[in-house]
């Protein structure tokens, strides 16, 4: 399956999948790490649909600020 299409699936099932998160075996800090993936993932999924993103807030929201990257990305 595609990347894209499987983040969509995992945004549609999100209420299910934090359902289970919340109910397994997993301590409690890494059951807020999954819930807080699940809940990103949802966002970037409806905000690409609704276009309501640009590459280049991606790149503001989710690229680590360096030395090397100041370079590439201005």
Known sequence: MKVLARLRAVSLRRRE???RIRQSNLSP?????LLILVRTVA???RA???KTVTVERLKRLF?????AS???LG
Do not use: F, H, P, S
Not at 63 to 67: F, I
């Open 17 to 19: 999948l934090r359902k």
């Open 29 to 33: 800090e890494d059951q807020a790490d």
């Open 43 to 45: 966002w970037l999924c």
């Open 48 to 50: 690409l649909q609704k």
């Open 63 to 67: 690229a680590k600020k360096t030395d």
């Open 70 to 72: 100041a370079k590439i």
